[in-house]
């Protein structure tokens, strides 16, 4: 038994001394935390968000989201687009590329690049569908011939995005993917139009183009971007590499979005939020994104935690929302829908589930938008005034309920992905207020991958979800236009008034203008109450206190992990 | 017990696991939710200026997705129109599940829906993590339970103090949830609040140079609590069981005989008792094969190992389809064979139990 104590003593220190990390020494890589592996590394896929972060390290659009202002900026684009209108109908976008943009064997990126890279979004054959769909609206380019850098992108519509959706695509380059020039041949257009019988040359393109694996060998693609993968071992770990030269370092001033940093970005994939928070606090990582509300609280309050990590939460687009379905007789009048509406805590419910981390809204826009509607109220919880308007949409309570001729009956199911526990606080609070009233609700926690079906189904009263937004997301279309019905329009409400203010706010261009349609549109919402905003969320990220710069944002992944500046040696950055 | 013996069994195993994939096949067909749904990702809900066109552009994606991965095509050689009139349609060769079973036979599991990968490659990437972590696990929880077992009936008259902590320790265990087993010796063992002695990122992304005598220690550091997880989780259900086996054929008249020729109480439990002992546990044992190969979603989502659980588990989230049914399959094989492995034993060690 001695023996036992002294071998298990020794093995203790053993373990202890090789496992026991020490803080950050210069020149040691960036280590981020991923829940999920990116799957492929392929530009045309990107099948979650994690491909999209690891892409942008390995390739550059025209233009770059800006984690700084949330706003695109040119990348290999020298300035954002020239805008003209075509007609009713088009619009055209003029782009010239930055003279100094190479890939990494030094040839220049050119507008064939551009043009390649698009025709490649759109050949058939290849598992682009979801990228395409997102692209569809670029109908050509037209190439300059006295410019090899100069060109002019034509679009089906018009809108004030154009100008930074159309450029948000990794470039790829065309001397390397397609030495043949065989979609020369093919107009975008065409492409576009190919996709039932794709010509025998576009299926030999796309088979020759799998075979190259950039999904998993993106090195045997020269990039324009920063970094290159040095490693991947599926389900464990990335590992990205800065260049040692890179054409952009070049540039004076470097503008932010051409700014890389760390010499080595290590993705540390930990799918469980409780080893990844060990793991942090063990300095095995540096970077955790997206932490839990009340991880983020419990780590805060730490003694260690505020001399060794920095803290930080921004305000992101994505809102938590309810949902009523219009379709249901119950539900068609607005007046039932508001007296619901009052039901919900959005205060109690903010304060519950994100520890008050977010921010209410009277709409779909946050408050820190320019057309946020601030002469409207914040949605309250107040059950004596959700009585009162079901009395005055023609409920009367009577024993077992409320009832409305000729033989309606206010019973509810309510809708949310199972295992959150944000949705099952948000349902519990629901059913809780609607009892006090004497309205039954059944709550129907839904597998998250049957959630969509069933509310594109219509096989609901409520609902409750993420709507994900960005800054530039005033397109509410997708999501109440009467022709999104059977797509994102889960609610099925439809009303002309409603598809031609949502059409007008799409086409808005002067600011003053938009705002007036978007205020519009809140105090519209709010009237006809077919979802009810309850807040919007945050991203929290807690980090090594060595490490500044990260960029903190709203938008995903809610930080620059290129950006990123390390302090190694030095006194940890105040922040 | 012949060679065409086995080799019937063994068709048998394979006819089953065959069975079992096709009814998963035709079953995850049937769900609510379509594959492509998932394969061509969340559309971007508010932020495109171009979406009051995406109704028509998405349907368009969601054809072309279907038809190149062969959803656009009948499930099976029979289906049902949903009418009226409700009618049966015959569809010959130009059907998924034929297309699949082709594949099969010629020894091609297929492709992922989500990464266009080939589903045998990513079998072999996760396998390699799964079979030797459960394989050593096995074997250490095996040795280990045979170990403290003949420990446990080990004392001539009343318990010792240790058997009975041991005893109650064990029971404890089982009653715990694999889950809580596991968290608790993360929190317990890789916690500056606690014993910080071993590293909590899972395999971990830093090693020193393979093959180096630190790359043996760091990579050992790093199997230690998924490890320590398996062999506790399966160490009661193996050693309580074969103590009260070793208890009763100790009782046995053979067991006094021996005794009485002057033999050690450890020498007649290791040498008499234990082979009878085993006997009724050998399904228990070979019952961990199947674990080989399949993996356990618990440990290797909470120590970040890229194993058969998680990838069954993401498969069947994202309903990637040609990976759930190829892990099923090979499932449904592993528990074939480890019963055809457990009838084996059985009449290797009790030859009255051998087929006439």
């Keep these: ?575 | 017990m012949g060679f065409w013996w086995v080799f019937t069994r063994l068709g048998r195993a394979l006819l089953t696991a065959w069975g079992i994939a096709s009814a998963i096949f035709l079953t995850v067909h049937l769900l609510p939710a379509s594959a492509d749904e998932f394969t061509l990702g969340e559309p971007n809900e508010l932020g495109s200026a171009a979406s009051l066109r995406t109704s028509a552009s998405r349907q368009a994606a969601q054809q072309a997705l279907r038809h190149r991965l062969g959803l656009d095509e009948p499930v099976f050689y029979l289906t049902r129109t949903t009418g009226p009139p409700v009618r049966w349609q015959w569809h010959g060769r130009h059907n998924q599940y034929h297309h699949w079973l082709s594949l099969l036979l010629h020894g091609n599991l297929g492709y992922s829906y989500r990464t266009s990968q080939p589903v045998a490659a990513l079998l072999g990437a996760a396998l390699v993590y799964t079979t030797p972590l459960m394989a050593l696990a096995s074997t250490l929880a095996t040795g280990l339970a045979i170990w403290l077992a003949l420990g446990l009936v080990n004392s001539p008259t009343a318990p010792r103090r240790w058997q009975t902590v041991v005893r109650t320790l064990l029971t404890g265990i089982q009653a715990l949830p694999l889950f809580s087993l596991s968290l608790a010796l993360l929190l317990l063992l890789a916690n500056r609040d606690l014993l910080n002695v071993l590293p909590a990122d899972g395999m971990g992304a830093d090693y020193p140079p393979l093959g180096s005598m630190a790359w043996v220690v760091s990579y050992g550091t790093h199997l230690v609590l998924p490890l320590l997880s398996l062999v506790l989780a399966v160490l009661p259900q193996l050693t309580l069981p074969l103590e009260a086996a070793l208890r009763q054929e100790l009782r046995a008249d053979y067991a006094s005989t021996a005794r009485a020729k002057g033999l050690t109480s450890w020498q007649v439990a290791y040498r008499h008792a234990l082979p009878n002992a085993l006997l009724p546990l050998l399904t228990t044992f070979t019952g961990l094969l199947p674990t080989m190969v399949a993996g356990t979603v618990v440990v290797e989502v909470l120590f970040a190992l890229p194993g058969m659980g998680r990838l069954l588990a993401g498969a069947a989230a994202t309903h990637d389809y040609p990976l759930v049914i190829a892990s099923v399959l090979l499932t449904a094989a592993a528990r074939m064979l480890a019963l055809l492995l457990a009838d084996i034993l059985y009449f290797w060690t009790d030859p009255r139990l051998r087929p006439s």
């Design chain 1, 1 to 575: 038994m001695r023996y036992l104590w002294f071998g298990s003593y020794s093995l203790a220190l053993l373990l202890s001394a090789c496992s026991s990390p020490a803080n950050r020494q210069a020149g040691d890589p960036i280590r981020i935390r991923w829940a999920r592996d990116p799957e492929t590394l392929d530009p045309l896929v990107q099948p979650n968000q994690n491909t999209v972060e690891a892409i942008n390290l390995l390739h550059l659009g025209l233009l770059q989201l800006n984690f700084q202002t949330s706003e695109y900026d040119p990348a290999l684009a020298e300035a954002l687009p020239a805008v003209q209108l075509l007609g009713d109908s088009l619009t055209q976008l003029d782009y010239h590329l930055r003279a100094a943009a190479t890939w990494d064997d030094g040839h220049p990126v050119l507008a064939t690049d551009v043009n390649f890279t698009l025709k490649l979004l759109n050949c058939p054959g290849l598992p682009s569908e979801g990228v395409r769909s997102q692209f569809g609206f670029i109908q050509q380019l037209q190439l300059d011939p006295t410019d090899p850098r100069h060109f002019k992108l034509v679009c089906q519509g018009q809108a004030p995005e154009y100008p930074w959706e159309s450029g948000d695509f990794p470039i790829l380059p065309e001397a390397t993917l397609d030495p043949t020039h065989s979609l020369r041949q093919f107009s975008l257009a065409s492409l576009q139009q190919a996709a039932k019988t794709p010509p025998t040359v576009l299926l030999a393109f796309a088979k020759r183009y799998q075979t190259l694996s950039q999904g998993y060998y993106p090195n045997r693609v020269p990039g324009c971007g920063p970094y290159r993968l040095a490693g991947w071992q599926p389900n464990r770990s990335l590992t990205f590499e800065r260049k040692a030269t890179w054409w952009a370092d070049r540039l004076r001033p470097a503008p932010l979005v051409l700014q890389a940093h760390p010499k080595i970005i290590k993705y540390v994939i930990l799918p469980d939020d409780g080893a990844a928070m060990l793991a942090l606090r063990r300095h095995e990582l540096d970077v955790y994104p997206a932490m839990q509300a009340r991880a983020f609280q419990r780590l805060k309050a730490l003694p260690f935690a505020q001399q060794e990590l920095a803290f930080y939460s921004s305000a992101s687009y994505d809102l938590l929302y309810a949902g009523f379905n219009t379709r249901r007789p119950t539900l068609r009048d607005k007046l039932t829908r508001q007296a619901l509406s009052c039901l919900f805590d959005p205060a109690g419910l903010l304060a519950g589930t994100q520890l008050g981390q977010g921010q209410r809204t009277v709409g779909l826009l946050p408050p820190s938008s320019p057309f946020y509607n601030d002469s409207l109220p914040l949605p309250t919880y107040d059950p004596a005034c959700a009585a009162q308007l079901l009395r005055r949409a023609g409920w009367q309570l009577v024993a077992g309920g409320w009832r409305r001729p000729p033989a309606q009956r206010l019973v509810l199911s309510l809708r949310y992905r199972a295992n959150d526990e944000t949705f099952e606080t948000v349902a519990l609070q629901f059913r809780a207020a609607a009892a006090k009233l004497d309205i039954p609700v059944e709550l129907r926690p839904t597998e998250a991958t049957t959630l969509n079906h069933t509310l594109h189904a219509g096989d609901f009263d409520v609902f409750v979800r993420i709507l994900k937004g960005s800054p530039s997301g005033f397109n509410f279309a997708p999501i109440l236009h009467s022709r999104a019905v059977r797509e994102g329009n889960f609610v099925g409400y439809t009303s002309p008034t409603t598809d031609s203010l949502l059409e007008a706010i799409v086409a808005a261009g002067p600011p003053a203008r938009k705002r007036q349609l978007l205020r519009k549109f809140q105090v519209l919402l709010r009237e006809e109450s077919p979802l009810l905003p309850l807040f919007f969320m945050s991203y929290r990220l807690a980090a090594d206190r060595h490490l500044s710069h990260l960029l903190p944002s709203g938008l995903k992944p809610g930080y620059s992990a290129a950006a990123i500046i390390s302090s190694d040696g030095l006194p940890a950055a105040p922040h």
